[in-house]
């Protein structure tokens, strides 16, 4: 391949990769699931779940109102308000408190209508188109974010 054909190629890749979903995607990424949503540059939700890891079996990373918030951080993640009830940071996992509200919150974003992401006094829209097809009820044993193992 020639370095023209293999620069515009780059290019394409790069391109395709930040660009805007308005309908919730799935991946395979670093050993996880991953759902996606939204534009990575001005309001964006990824989530990623493996139910083998024990310590972080669910993430989540958001881009709010062209801001970047992570659920694994010591500044407190980001919330998510489904349909108008706001959840505190519920891709953190990783407490026992944390992990007993999950279940619900997995629930009501299945059947989301709105979906709202917020920190820091922002706040950014995020499309529900496609969540309830891509994702599994949480008790299913094909849902990788649902094993409640942790």
């Known amino acids: 391949m020639n370095r023209a054909a293999f620069a515009i190629l780059l290019s394409l890749t790069c391109a395709s990769a930040t660009a805007a979903t308005n ?3 799935t991946g395979w990424g670093q050993g996880k ?10 309001s964006y939700l990824n989530f990623a779940c493996d139910e083998n890891d024990e310590m972080s079996p669910v993430s989540g990373s958001a881009t709010i109102s062209g801001k970047e918030f ?3 951080n010591d500044k407190g993640g980001f919330d998510v308000i489904v349909d108008g009830v706001e959840y505190s940071n519920p891709f953190y996992v990783e407490c026992n408190a944390c992990s ?10 299945r059947k989301a ?4 992401l917020k920190a820091d006094g922002l706040t950014s829209l995020i ?3 496609g969540l309830s097809k ?7 044993k094909e849902n990788p974010c649902g094993t409640g193992a942790w």
């Open 113 to 116: 209508k709105t979906i709202e």
């Open 127 to 129: 499309p529900t188109k």
């Open 23 to 25: 309908e919730w995607q």
């Open 134 to 140: 891509l994702t599994k009820p949480y008790a299913s």
């Open 70 to 72: 992570y659920s694994h």
């Open 100 to 109: 007993g509200n999950f279940p619900a919150f997995w629930a009501a974003m």
């Open 33 to 42: 699931t991953e759902f996606f949503a939204g534009d990575e540059a001005k």
